[in-house]
């Protein structure tokens, strides 16, 4: 398989028309190697519009999801970013190309150490692979410029929100099948914050993120 056609194809067929136009974001796209973040025998499908299985059950994000994230997120040079949900580790690698430090964290121990192994090879050193939900965060290293749920949850946590800087912002996919919305929540002040929705889709649920009890007296 021309895994370099195939790159080009997703880039230019699935990224761009979902309005991924940032010529940065295309450009590590291009570089991050996501064939080598996919378990071997979906390595062929690593470029496809699908959420593609992982050990445990869990599932990739969809490429065009990704790239929709490193947009939107904009995240800088100096900034120290956690993401929650590592799977393969290919959206850290993304992240730790743009940021300063990156911190991931994976309840489920082959996925984390497959990850850290696939980090390692793709020569990605700021990234630090945690082992845990992530339901609490990561309060030891907090507060973090930006915060990332690589999966769906029915409601955020007001923890991971504590745990953003003011002026930093998190990102998650929050809702229910058949409706889940991208969402941007930043923090203006000790206790402001305000919401973006930025665009509908449905990605599989987080690890250890329970859905909201439905029970009331």
Not at 27 to 45: C, G, Q, W
Not at 73 to 96: C, D, N, P, W
């Amino acid at each position: 398989m021309n895994f370099e056609q195939a790159r080009f194809n997703m880039i230019e067929q699935q990224i761009r028309p979902w309005d991924v136009l940032d010529t940065s974001v295309l450009a590590l796209l291009a570089v991050v190697k996501r064939e080598d973040f996919v378990p071997a025998a979906y390595r062929n499908m690593a470029f496809t519009d699908v959420e593609l299985p992982l050990a445990g059950g869990r599932r990739m994000v969809p490429p065009r999801v990704e790239a929709r994230w490193m947009q939107e997120l904009q995240v800088q040079r100096h900034e120290k970013v956690l993401e929650i949900g590592t799977g393969s580790g290919y959206m850290a690698a993304l992240l730790g190309h743009k940021a300063q430090q990156v911190y991931t964290v994976e309840p489920d121990p082959q996925l984390a150490a497959q990850a850290r192994d696939a980090l390692r090879r793709a020569g990605v050193l700021n990234v630090t692979v945690v082992d845990g939900d992530g339901v609490a965060g990561l309060p030891a290293e907090a507060p973090f410029d930006v915060v990332l749920l690589s999966g769906s949850v029915d409601e955020v946590p007001q923890a991971l929100l504590d745990q953003v800087k003011v002026g930093g912002r998190l990102g998650a996919i929050v809702g229910s099948e058949p409706a889940m919305e991208a969402r941007i929540i930043r923090r203006t002040g000790e206790r402001e914050f305000q919401r973006e929705d930025l665009f509908e889709t449905v990605v599989q649920r987080l690890a250890g993120f329970a859905p909201a009890s439905t029970f009331h007296f």
